[in-house]
């Protein structure tokens, strides 16, 4: 998250309005509110705005729909997200409160892709379609990678996967292949990240798959704006498929000569 684009604004009951540059499923800006809870803690939460929102699309969270609960679910267990009533909350020591702001940030842009899924009636995660391909092609990975970065906070990447080169690649999906929130967000981890992983690589998938859509110049563009060459590389899913861009590996547990 930019800090230069935050917005903080005084609110009731001792809350601070935090509007940041990315765009909900009304169009409009994604709110937090914090609040300072004592000396030692704070709250950040988004006043049940997300999944009012979803509700007024139609969407409702339950089990019933598998794959918007596993999104659901996924995206508060993967970012520490507690639900009360209609409101998702973080609460954190103080010095942990820029890392508790991303994070709910994030976790607020994984569930409102539930309304873009939703669309298309699609029947699995575009997180768990990726995740599959490399399961099938016996790459190896490691899911939901966290680093910690020098500005505060966390940058968290989807996949990490190894190379015999020694080279990381740093994997970070998204279901809606030309939203600029998640460009802006890639570009911003890729920036924080590169620092504490100088020899990774940073790849950005975009979901061509299960929408069909045309990847944008300017989605490519925000997404590597001031980043040197070769340091990332954004793809469409289907195009990562046909070239076969990580290479294919033995899985754990393969035998040799299997």
Do not use: C
């Not at 999104?71 to 010095?95: C, K």
């Not at 620092?195 to 944008?216: G, M």
């Amino acid at each position: 998250m930019v800090k230069k684009e935050l917005i903080f604004t005084d609110v009731e009951q001792d809350y601070v309005s935090i509007s940041t540059p990315f765009i909900d499923t009304n169009f409009d800006n994604i709110n937090l509110y914090a609040r300072i809870i004592n000396q030692d803690q704070v709250e950040v939460s988004d006043f049940g705005y997300t999944i009012t929102n979803l509700e007024e699309l139609g969407i409702t969270l339950n089990k019933r729909s598998k794959t918007v609960w596993r999104i659901y679910e996924s995206a508060l267990n993967d970012f520490g997200i507690n639900r009360e009533d209609e409101a998702l909350i973080i609460r954190t020591s103080l010095d942990r409160f820029p890392i508790a702001k991303n994070r709910l940030l994030q976790g607020i842009m994984r569930i409102n892709d539930i309304s873009y899924l939703s669309k298309g009636n699609v029947k699995a995660a575009f997180n768990d379609i990726v995740e599959e391909y490399f399961i099938n092609n016996g790459i190896l990975y490691t899911p939901n990678v966290e680093i910690a970065n020098g500005n505060g906070i966390a940058s968290r990447f989807d996949f990490s996967i190894p190379s015999k080169s020694g080279i990381e690649h740093l994997v970070k999906t998204t279901a809606r292949p030309n939203d600029p929130n998640y460009a802006k967000t890639f570009n911003f981890d890729v920036k924080a990240t590169k620092p504490k992983r100088p020899r990774a690589n940073f790849v950005y998938v975009l979901n061509d798959f299960t929408h069909q859509t045309e990847i944008s110049q300017a989605t490519i563009n925000t997404a590597l704006s001031g980043l040197e060459a070769g340091v990332a590389t954004v793809t469409g899913f289907e195009e990562l498929k046909h070239n076969n861009q990580f290479r294919k590996r033995k899985r754990i547990g393969d035998q040799k000569g299997s």
